[in-house]
């Protein structure tokens, strides 16, 4: 499966974006979806996961109350909105899926996109 991250931008501190993951290829099998990203010279850490149902999600403490993920299989398209978007969430964005839900495991991850660009400005 190709996954594909749009969305990412310029806002300014307090502002909303959504981000965009759109799954093309073997969209028939069922994927969990988790965002990942990546601040300069900083590890890789997670943000949120999705199952395919949509039914369970799961957060990074630093994002919760301000992001929300959910999916519309219809489309093969995960979504990410954050809000009250702080300087720190500064980093590029990067959804992952894979074929059983494993959470915040970013190592178990099958497939990842390229990555899309989050700048808040203070």
């Known amino acids: 499966v190709q996954l594909q991250a749009s969305g990412g931008g310029l806002v300014q501190a307090g502002g909303s974006l959504r981000l965009s993951c759109a799954a093309s290829?073997?969209?028939?099998?069922?994927?969990?979806t988790g965002w990942f990203r990546q601040a300069p010279g900083k590890e890789r850490e997670f943000v949120a996961a999705?199952?395919?149902?949509?039914?369970?999600?799961n957060y990074a403490d630093s994002v919760k109350g301000r992001f929300t993920i959910s999916r519309d299989n219809a489309k093969n398209t995960v979504y990410l909105q954050m809000n009250s978007l702080k300087p720190e969430d500064t980093a590029v964005y990067y959804c992952?899926?894979?074929?059983?839900?494993?959470?915040?495991?970013?190592?178990?991850?099958?497939?990842w996109g390229q990555g899309t660009l989050v700048t808040v400005s203070s």
């Open positions: 992952a899926a894979v074929s059983r839900w494993v959470g915040d495991s970013a190592h178990e991850y099958d497939y």
């Open positions: 290829g073997r969209t028939r099998s069922r994927y969990a």
């Open positions: 999705i199952s395919w149902s949509g039914y369970t999600t």
